[in-house]
């Protein structure tokens, strides 16, 4: 049983730290900005998943104490990996990206990251 | 064998560390650096959590939890800055 439970946690940290590696390795190897947004997600969904897997195995069934601290860090950075993306692409694109090179939005209101956002919200139109 | 293992998810993050270092430095737009620092952010919380297995304590978790809002927040404010010129408008 305690060769069962040093295996799985082990496995775990194993999956994390490769993961973690190849996220950060992305970063370099990568060509370009956009496409260096897709690497991290590696570390954050797996490498720190694994992490928090092998640490709430390792407390509950060596030690004996069983928490959901590390429930929520993965919650959080989930919650937050999306939006987090989202504003480094919209920085990307306000520095790079001309208004000519975007489609039209075929709206009232154009691309956000050019236009103040409306005072009323288009659903009142 | 935790202990082996834990040694070599640590190195793994360590290098990670060290990989997103050289890309802030080389840029070579402003997107890669906030991108990179939020990365190391992601590493620093691996570590810590690693770290508090290696200790057997769970006192390490608070200080995931506050390193990844503060993260978060960071990397918002950052982007918000140059997107806007202006953080809370």
């Known amino acids: 049983m305690e060769l069962i439970v040093e295996i799985l946690v082990s496995f775990f940290l194993v999956i994390a730290g490769i993961f973690g590696l190849v996220g950060s390795f992305g970063m370099i190897k990568l060509k370009d900005t956009m496409q260096r947004l897709h690497a991290p997600t590696k570390a954050t969904t797996l490498g720190i998943g694994g992490v928090l897997i092998a640490s709430m195995l390792y407390f509950s069934l060596v030690k ?62 | 064998m935790i202990y082996a293992t834990l040694a070599f998810a640590m190195g793994c993050f360590g290098i990670g560390l060290l990989l997103n270092l050289w890309r802030i430095m080389r840029g070579p737009d402003l997107a890669d650096r906030i991108l990179a620092l939020d990365t190391m952010v992601i590493n620093v919380i691996a570590l810590l959590i690693l770290y508090g297995i290696y200790g057997g304590t769970a006192i390490y978790y608070e200080a995931a939890m506050l390193i990844a809002m503060v993260g978060f927040v960071s990397t918002v404010a950052y982007c918000r800055f140059v997107l806007r010129g202006d953080i809370i408008e």
């Open chain 1, 64 to 125: 004996g104490a069983f928490s959901f601290h590390e429930l929520l860090i993965t919650l959080f950075l989930f919650l937050t990996a999306a939006i987090t993306a989202n504003f480094i692409a919209k920085t990307y694109m306000v520095r790079n990206v001309t208004r000519d090179e975007l489609p039209e939005t075929g709206r009232r209101i154009g691309w956000s990251i050019f236009d103040d956002p409306p005072e009323t919200p288009p659903s009142k139109e």
